[in-house]
């Protein structure tokens, strides 16, 4: 719980992009238990703002596997095609602060021109920090390319930013315990990070922000590998005014070769496992769980 009186609320994020895996039940199944555990609220959030790689097919299946392992959530579900409106209002709200850019860059350019600088920095998703072509570009220069019908993505500017907050940001986070530390945010480790993409008018970092806020979520429980995103949220709620939640990254769920699950590489789903005979006792079981939630 985040300390105050109030009602806490927790929330599951998937996208509908693949099946679930036993990653995204660790992830749910955490939530739910604690939401139960502290009279708490239950949200599922259907974060399909990525219309390229979402499918409906896919969300169908969350609904079934999720209600499979006995999850129940608040209706109606959120989702995240429903808020572009406010993602848009949130980056207008930067750009009156001065600190965001259009980046016409496309991920070949930026390869380009990393490619002949070895060491050049890597964010800590691996990809290279963006070199801050388009940080300089004079406005002529910018209303020129976007009248010649470019299309730009919005870029933070990161040094800028963190001037604009203090150097002790941070924070609260449980991990899978009950014991709260205090993390100190880095979010300069991502660069110049994008919030709206050239396809789609917002970014997850964005989206995650504004709706986190929106729905009121108190308390955020999601696998290790957001760990270090954390830190551009903290940034940004602070530069939007949105209230901070708490934070419990649990360890992720790694397959027999010790690499963490993904949908993009084949890792076993949820409907296999359902398929080979498990029941959800077992998923609980292999995931560490208890064996059953706290009664509501
Ligand atoms: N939609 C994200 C995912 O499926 C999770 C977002 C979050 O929990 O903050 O990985």
Redesign the pocket.
């Known amino acids: 719980m985040n300390g105050s009186q109030s009602q806490s609320v927790w929330r599951f ?3 509908p992009n693949g099946f679930l895996h036993l990653g995204h039940a660790c ?1 749910a199944l955490r939530n739910q238990d604690a939401a139960r555990r502290t009279h708490g609220r239950f949200i599922l959030r259907i ?1 399909d703002i990525d219309t390229g790689r979402c499918r409906p097919e896919f969300e169908q299946a969350i609904y079934e596997d999720l209600t499979w392992l006995g999850l129940s959530w608040e209706t109606p579900v959120r989702r995240q095609s429903d808020h572009l409106g406010e993602y848009a209002l949130a980056i207008d709200q930067l750009d009156a602060q001065g600190l965001i850019y259009p980046c016409f860059c496309t991920r070949g350019e930026i390869a380009a021109r990393v490619a002949s600088r070895p060491g050049w920095p890597r964010d800590p998703d691996g990809a290279p920090i963006y070199p801050g072509l388009c940080r300089g570009l004079s406005e002529t220069e910018r209303r020129e390319r976007l009248l010649a019908g470019r299309h730009a993505a919005m870029r933070l500017d990161m040094e800028a930013a963190c001037g604009r907050v203090d150097h002790m940001l941070g924070w609260t986070e449980y991990g899978e315990g009950d014991e709260p530390r205090d993390v100190r945010a880095e979010p300069q480790i991502w660069g110049d990070v994008v919030l709206a993409r050239r396809d789609v008018p917002a970014s ?1 970092h964005t989206a ?1 922000v504004v709706d986190d806020a929106l729905q009121g979520v108190t308390d ?1 429980v ?1 696998g290790l590998d ?1 760990f270090h995103a954390t830190s551009v949220h903290r940034l940004l709620q602070t530069l939007l005014d949105l209230p901070a939640p708490v934070y419990r990254h649990h360890c992720l769920i790694l397959d027999a070769e010790g690499r963490k699950l993904s949908k993009s590489r084949g890792s076993e789903t949820l409907r296999d496992a359902r398929r080979a005979g498990a029941t959800p006792a077992d998923i609980r079981r292999r995931l560490g769980l208890p064996a059953q939630a706290a009664p509501v």
């Open positions: 994020a998937p996208s992830s974060e997850y995650v955020i999601r957001l």
